[in-house]
């Protein structure tokens, strides 16, 4: 994701009263938004200059809060122009993205793939207090990296979910590889299709705001105790249990824990 790309940015318009800078520490939001060949993007009204079909957006330093920003897009096509209008919600310290090009034109993931660095994987591992006992779900596993960690460094049963086929292959290899076949499971599946009301009794996710968000439902069904870490992104506007902060060579990544009662607000 934004990690990995080179930065072409500029600012959203938006007002902020003077008296609200003084609410808290000042943040950016940033919006990686997908286009078509071609298109006009238009960020609260106002024409943006970058071109591309991908295109990366930080804000101006905003004190703490809830903004919507109105992103639409012109693309042209044989019968006229069609526009595409969407509202997203953010907080200051913010990573979205979204893709505004035809369904057909879209990649069957929601987020583009990015590998969790294995330090983060072992802190929130850490973080979550992993025994051999738990039974860990992995929400968008990727190359497998966290059900594979957890499997053989705490003897723990694992499971990796991933719609893309290709990740699922690289998670397949990576458990034989490791040798721990026999404790890891991985899935093609939509995890926004899961029962998530037995089975895990810690989930681990990698997921976008408003994917966490969309996800938050199914979450509260899970068993109690269970743990829910997210790396990088809030869930909604839920404090966390615990929250650390883990240095990597790709810079600082937050990594958030909740039990799944406080996600039910108990």
């Not at 057909?104 to 294995?118: A, F, N």
């Not at 029962?195 to 810690?202: A, E, N």
């Not at 439902?217 to 809030?234: D, N």
Request: glycine share 8%.
């Amino acid at each position: 994701m934004w990690r990995c790309l080179i930065l072409m940015t500029c600012l959203f318009a938006c007002l902020i009263p003077a008296e609200m800078f003084a609410q808290g520490a000042l943040k950016t939001v940033t919006v990686e938004v997908y286009l078509e060949d071609g298109a006009q993007l238009f960020i609260e009204g106002q024409e943006t200059t970058s071109k591309g079909t991908k295109r990366l957006f930080v804000s101006p330093p905003l004190p703490p809060g809830k903004y919507t920003y109105t992103i639409k897009a012109i693309n042209a096509g044989p019968n006229g122009p069609r526009t595409v209008t969407r509202q997203l919600d953010v907080q200051p310290g913010d990573f979205e993205s979204i893709d505004l090009r035809a369904p057909g034109k879209r990649p069957i993931t929601d987020v583009e793939y990015e590998p969790t660095p294995q330090n983060i994987v072992d802190a929130l591992l850490r973080l979550g207090k992993v025994t051999s006992k738990d039974v860990l779900w992995d929400l968008g596993c990727g190359d497998g990296r966290i059900p594979v960690t957890a499997a053989k460094v705490y003897g723990c049963k694992a499971h990796g979910f991933d719609i893309d086929p290709e990740r699922v292959k690289d998670s397949l290899a990576n458990a034989r590889s490791h040798n721990v076949e026999r404790l890891v499971t991985i899935e093609q599946r939509d995890i926004f299709t899961l029962d998530l009301s037995k089975g895990p009794t810690i989930v681990t996710l990698y997921l976008l705001p408003h994917l966490n968000a969309k996800l938050l439902p199914q979450l509260r069904k899970l068993p109690p105790g269970t743990r829910v870490i997210s790396v990088a992104h809030r869930m909604a506007d839920i404090k966390p249990d615990e929250h650390i902060v883990v240095d990597t060579e790709m810079g600082e990544y937050d990594v958030y824990l909740w039990t799944v009662e406080t996600l039910r607000g108990n």
